[in-house]
């Protein structure tokens, strides 16, 4: 077995021994050290968009007085790195970063909890009229490349970027986009057997026995093709399969 | 005519060749240089280019009694930018160092009998030293400050070469640098050479060129990318896109020197699509090069093996960010992502790459055709050679400029730009680019470099000059780059993307006579975020117009907020324009409102009705008497005479 090569950083006062590769987001999260962050998911590349994981870092080499403020989520752990995931300069930036956000999305409750965790009850700025709770951190995007189906993206740039889906025939209906946003800002209708996301309805695949919604056949196609299992696989609930899965064997045994 | 070799496959072919153009070319008396930049273009270069044409033909029997034969020893040519673009089109006739200004189609029969056939200068095109029509003239371009005081190397060949002509640019000393550098240099001496010389990046950040290749050496990879960044987007600024437009070959030689330093097999060059010239001479280059063996395999007989490409880039301003860029060679949005690990280690496709901007690149030959201790002993301790600046704004001259580092700002703008237009005060110049800053009057004598202008709260960037004089409103000169910056702004990253569109709010807000006891301050708290924690140097970058300006000219800010006063006259709803005693009553402003805002008669004073004036402006620009004053607080901000000192 080969060995994974580690080393010593420092969090918050406390000596922690990471894995080469790791990022110090991941590193703090392993030792349950809170580094808040809306942009980040484990499943996809980190993309330092939201800037709320901003820390201060130092290192052994530096004079004493030098720091630098990094992106924890891309920033790689190095050997004798000291971070500071809670100083002046971290908190004062990441106030200004929530009073922001609060300024985007005014009506967003997990905003505005997160804004008063920082005590920040009202935005210093303009607010956003006609506000959504989008706050751009493009991660329904990111998943929606990393399960290959690249039906939705962002437009525009600037202020005026938003997120919309230019590919609506790629579009299989997963929901991976609605349930990872940070903010619940993408909407879906889910009725019966009917699913409706980004103006597009799906008919989705009941399970056979408790007729709970399993899928979109576009979404059990596409899985299917991706994983190289038959289409069948995807048509039922975990429990469902497992249950057969018994009676199988059950018939196997005991015949 | 000497026939050009298909391809070159020897250092010596090449030099041969360039030998043999030379003793044909000595039998060439007379060149017409006409300037073919898209300034010039746009003012009717072409159009005088033909006429001329017509005009050489009519008058070949005279012209070849005076010893002149059209094709041989007379050669009328297009060459790229001359620098001077507000006098365009222009023209130069050398060897006689004449030098033609606002030069109309009408022109070429004057040209051609009055300077051609009897040696005499048309006057009436001659520039004028003054600026003024009747002002004295000059009879050589030698004699014009704008040139005089001018040092170019990266500029060497623009203007003088036709950029679609490969043997113009043999015959001035091109790809001496290569062959020197193939001939006599191992990649190690090259890279050395440059590491010596102290060329730093002229696109805007200003690292030691050298330090980066040796750290792109010291990556052990199979292959480095070679990248040339035409990407320039700064608001006034054009001196890439003119080396690109005017002398692509240059470019193409420094990218090859380096590639030979650095075992580079491939590279792009990314230009922005909005520069079509550049990407037509380029793409022309390459192609050219091609043919001629000097771009693919084994070039020159050297073993040296490098595929250049070329890439358009949509246009986005953020695209000349390196990590954008990369992204965007690669068919992806040109988003920045946080440069923890170099680009020399991992830039495009992942792979090792070396970037460097066009005017680096152009730099390049130089420094090893005639040595990195020439191009060391030009410039300041820390900033060695020279940098083309692109002036512009309120200064006589605009145009682009190459001085060597260390020139002050004062020599740029009155020796070489000749001053303020019509000798109004001056007040700021914005340095750098958007990024940049604005310095006032009691800083015009520091001098130009990476280092000097950065502490004072600007920077020098990529070149990008703008001169303002009394009448400009610093908050409005804010809001501007905020607003360009917003624009651009990729929208990743929240301090830049929500940032910029607050600040810009609260500067509109300002402007408009709406701000707020507090407002500053909120101003300075957002952008000190925006510089320690946004993605890239877009962001960090864009607080820079505010904090300059509120650094030099804060009490401007708090005139707007506290007195509602706009002492530059600039800011439409605290300003009102008003007709004074001097009005003759001529009716002209009268008949260019579009408000009809103007009432009287002829030879009778003027009145503007204040409810119905949009403050446009029209009827200031067009009273030829100064008779329209502009009002802020009951104050003449704007007059005849400069308003405030």
């Known amino acids: 077995m080969s060995e994974t090569k580690t080393v010593r950083i420092t969090i918050d006062g406390r000596s922690i021994d990471a894995p080469v590769g790791q990022t110090v987001l991941e590193a703090a999260r392993q030792h349950n050290i809170d580094i808040p962050s809306l942009c980040y998911h484990p499943g996809v590349e980190a993309f330092g968009a939201c800037r709320l994981c901003v820390v201060e870092i130092r290192k052994h080499n530096w004079t004493p007085d030098w720091k630098q403020l990094v992106t924890s989520c891309l920033f790689p752990v190095e050997e004798g790195l000291i971070v500071e995931t809670r100083s002046p300069e971290v908190m004062e930036n990441r106030k200004v970063v929530l009073d922001l956000q609060l300024a985007r999305v005014p009506n967003s409750d997990v905003i505005r909890q997160l804004a008063a965790e920082y005590g920040i009850h009202d935005t210093s700025y303009e607010k956003r009229e006609d506000a959504d709770d989008c706050i751009m951190c493009g991660l329904c995007v990111r998943v929606c490349d990393a399960i290959g189906a690249h039906a939705i993206s962002t437009l525009s740039r600037g202020p005026e970027k938003y997120v919309d889906v230019p590919n609506k025939d790629a579009c299989i209906g997963c929901l991976a986009c609605a349930l990872t946003c940070p903010t619940n800002a993408i909407e879906y209708i889910e009725e019966g057997n009917m699913r409706t996301i980004w103006d597009k309805t799906f008919e989705v695949v009941l399970d056979p026995v408790n007729k709970k919604p399993i899928a979109t056949p576009e979404q059990i196609a596409h899985f299917s093709k991706q994983s190289g299992l038959p289409e069948d696989y995807f048509t039922k609930s975990d429990a469902t399969r497992k249950k057969e899965t018994a009676a199988s064997f059950a018939r196997v045994m005991f015949d | ?645």
């Open chain 2, 1 to 645: 005519m000497i026939k050009r070799p298909k391809a070159f496959k020897t250092p010596k072919s090449l030099l041969d060749y360039a030998e043999k153009v030379k003793k044909d070319r000595d039998s060439r008396k007379l060149e017409v240089r006409i300037c073919a930049g898209p300034s010039c273009v746009a003012g009717g270069a072409l159009e005088f280019r033909d006429e001329l044409q017509k005009e050489l033909d009519a008058h070949a029997p005279q012209l070849k009694k005076a010893g002149l034969t059209v094709g041989t020893s007379l050669i009328e040519k297009c060459t790229g930018c001359h620098g001077m673009c507000e006098a365009g089109p222009l023209v130069i006739l050398e060897p006689m160092e004449i030098f033609y200004t606002h030069v109309k189609p009408k022109h070429a029969k004057s040209i051609v009998e009055t300077t051609l056939l009897e040696g005499e200068p048309v006057k009436e095109l001659l520039y004028s030293l003054d600026f003024t029509k009747g002002g004295e003239k000059a009879k050589h371009h030698s004699d014009i400050p704008f040139y005089a005081l001018q040092n170019r190397i990266a500029l060497k060949n623009v203007g003088t070469i036709d950029p679609t002509n490969f043997e113009d640019f043999l015959l001035n000393d091109g790809f001496k640098g290569l062959v020197k550098a193939l001939t006599t240099m191992t990649p190690e001496e090259v890279v050395d050479a440059v590491d010596e010389s102290g060329l730093r990046g002229r696109g805007g950040a200003g690292f030691p060129t050298g330090r980066k290749w040796k750290s792109a050496l010291r990556v052990k990879q199979d292959r480095v990318w070679l990248v040339c960044n035409g990407d320039e987007g700064d608001p006034g600024a054009f001196m890439d896109r003119v080396i690109m437009d005017s002398d692509p070959y240059t470019v193409i030689e420094g990218m090859l020197i380096a590639a030979y330093g650095l075992g580079a097999t491939d590279g792009y060059i990314y230009v922005r699509h909005e520069y079509p010239l550049a990407v037509k001479h380029l793409t022309m280059a390459i192609e050219n090069m091609k043919a001629l063996g000097l771009l693919g395999e084994n070039i020159l007989g050297s073993g040296l093996n490098f595929n250049l490409k070329l890439s358009r880039g949509g246009g986005a301003f953020v695209c000349g960010e390196s990590s954008a860029l990369m992204r965007s060679l690669e068919g992806k949005v040109g988003e920045p992502r946080a440069k923890y690990v170099r680009s020399v280690e991992k830039g495009f496709k992942d792979e090792p790459t070396v970037l460097n901007n066009v005017e680096t690149y152009a730099c390049v030959p130089s420094i090893i055709s005639r040595g990195a201790d020439w191009f060391s002993s030009m410039g300041t301790a820390k900033s060695k050679g020279t940098k083309v600046f692109s002036l512009v704004g309120k200064v006589k001259q605009t145009g682009l400029v190459e001085v060597p580092m260390g020139r002050t700002l004062r020599e740029i703008i009155y020796d070489i730009g000749g001053g303020i237009i019509d000798d109004r005060p001056f007040k700021a110049v914005q340095t750098g680019g958007p990024s940049g800053g604005c310095l006032p009057a009691d800083k015009l004598d520091l001098p130009v470099d990476f280092d000097t202008l950065t502490r004072e709260g600007a920077m020098m960037g990529s070149g990008g000059m703008i001169v303002m004089d009394d009448q400009t409103c610093m908050v409005d000169v804010a809001k501007y780059f905020i607003k360009f910056l917003s624009d651009e702004s990729c929208g990743k990253c929240v301090p830049c993307r929500e940032g910029l569109k607050q600040v810009y709010q609260i500067l509109d807000r300002i402007t408009k006579g709406e701000g707020r006891e507090g407002d500053i301050e909120l101003i300075e708290k957002l952008c000190h975020t925006m510089e320690v924690a946004s993605l890239c140097a877009l962001g960090k970058g864009a607080p820079f117009p505010v904090l300059s300006t509120l650094r030099f000219f804060r009490e401007e800010y708090e005139e707007h907020i506290h007195d509602k006063f706009c002492r530059g006259g600039v800011c439409k709803e605290l300003i009102n324009f008003h007709i004074n005693d001097s009005c003759t009553g001529c009716m002209v402003c009268l008949r260019h409102c579009p408000t009809e805002a103007i009432t009287g008669e002829r030879k009778k004073l003027h009145v503007i009705d204040d409810d119905k004036c949009i403050s446009c402006g029209i009827c200031r620009n067009v009273c030829k008497f100064d008779s329209v004053d502009i009002i802020s607080q009951g104050k003449i901000v704007a007059g005849k005479e400069p308003a405030m000192a």
